[in-house]
């Protein structure tokens, strides 16, 4: 199946994972909607996929929004659905991140990653519903590794990626009845600059945890998604070493707890340590 003439909407589109995404759909003749909060990035992505166009008939345009605020969704959906005359593919990909230890993730992170991640997927999806049901259509969903097992730094973005694969799983059984397929892809660190602003904040416990494995490339995981979205299937786990997290976190979860856990006391050992070295030094020199 290719998504040539398909007509999709990707939230998050002008960055990343969502703009690699609109890139290949560019290429294969899909007609796309991509939507951000800025202008310039959403002007440069939209160049990007003229470039990339399969035909000069396709519709690929963008559009201004902040999936975080409800009441400006409707309009956006609106006229996106009418200048693409309808929509074949939602794709549930804009997501905010913010790793800090719980003891520092105050409430109002904890408001907007769940305001953005969570709640913008559920409303940027009722309002694209009726269109969908009318082409038998298919939603995708970004979810996380960090949405599967849970990792010193990600309460909040933990929780809202754990609360999109509720999601996921709940709407496809909801909407079986409309054909409409729901996948959900749960992507591990992905060289984004999402992963680039996340780095330069990061707890030195996550940083220890995840900065073993090298990131996967932003085209590599969007092209998993989209075949994951070819297939109709309903996860996507981009890379051999996801697709392997997964599998003991699910049939081993105590294991895979074991070794995370092992991890972490083996770092927070050695920062303690180091702690207790420097001050001895110090006493030392007074
Ligand atoms: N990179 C990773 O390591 C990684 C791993 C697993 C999952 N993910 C997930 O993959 C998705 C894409 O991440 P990425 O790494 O590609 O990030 P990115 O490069 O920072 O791109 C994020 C995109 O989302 C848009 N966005 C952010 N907040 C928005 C809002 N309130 N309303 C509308 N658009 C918004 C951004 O544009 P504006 O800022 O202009 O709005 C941008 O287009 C996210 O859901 C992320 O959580 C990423």
Same mark, same amino acid.
């Given at each position: ?16 994972? #969502? ?16 939507? /951000? ?24 345009? #963008? ?44 409430? !109002? ?44 730094? $990600?309460?909040? $973005? #933990?929780?809202?990626?754990? /609360? ?13 009845? $409309? ?18 602003? !996340? ?83 110090? !006493?030392?020199?007074?």
């Amino acid at each position: 199946m290719t998504f040539a003439n398909k007509r999709v909407f990707i939230t998050g589109g002008s960055s990343g994972i #969502g703009r690699a995404i609109a890139c290949q759909l560019a290429r294969e003749g899909a007609h796309v909607c991509v939507v /951000a909060r800025g202008q310039a990035a959403i002007d440069e992505t939209v160049a990007q996929l003229e470039s990339l166009a399969a035909s000069p008939t396709q519709q690929l345009f #963008g559009l201004s929004l902040d999936v975080g605020v409800p009441k400006d969704i409707a309009a956006v959906a609106k006229a996106a659905t009418e200048r693409l005359g309808g929509l074949d593919l939602l794709i549930n990909n804009a997501g905010i991140t913010h790793p800090a230890s719980f003891m520092d993730t105050p409430d !109002e992170v904890f408001d907007s990653i769940m305001r953005v991640n969570f709640f913008g997927t559920v409303h940027v999806t009722r309002a694209l519903l009726p269109a969908l049901i009318e082409s038998r259509g298919q939603i995708g969903i970004v979810s996380s590794l960090a949405g599967v097992i849970g990792i010193y730094g $990600y309460t909040a $973005y #933990g929780a809202s990626k754990f /609360a999109l694969r509720g999601f996921a799983e709940s709407l496809r059984h909801d909407l079986m009845q $409309y054909g409409i397929d729901v996948t959900v892809a749960f992507p591990p660190d992905t060289d984004t600059p999402q992963l680039q602003q !996340e780095n330069r904040i990061k707890p030195a416990e996550t940083h220890a945890l995840a900065g073993k494995v090298k990131p996967l490339r932003a085209e590599f995981v969007a092209s998993e998604t989209l075949n994951g979205l070819r297939r109709r299937s309903v996860y996507v786990k981009p890379g051999f070493g996801t697709k392997l997290v997964m599998f003991l976190a699910q049939r081993f979860p105590g294991l895979s707890r074991w070794f995370l856990d092992a991890d972490l006391r083996r770092f927070q050992r050695k920062q303690r340590a180091a702690l207790a070295a420097g001050q001895a030094n110090s !006493e030392a020199k007074d």
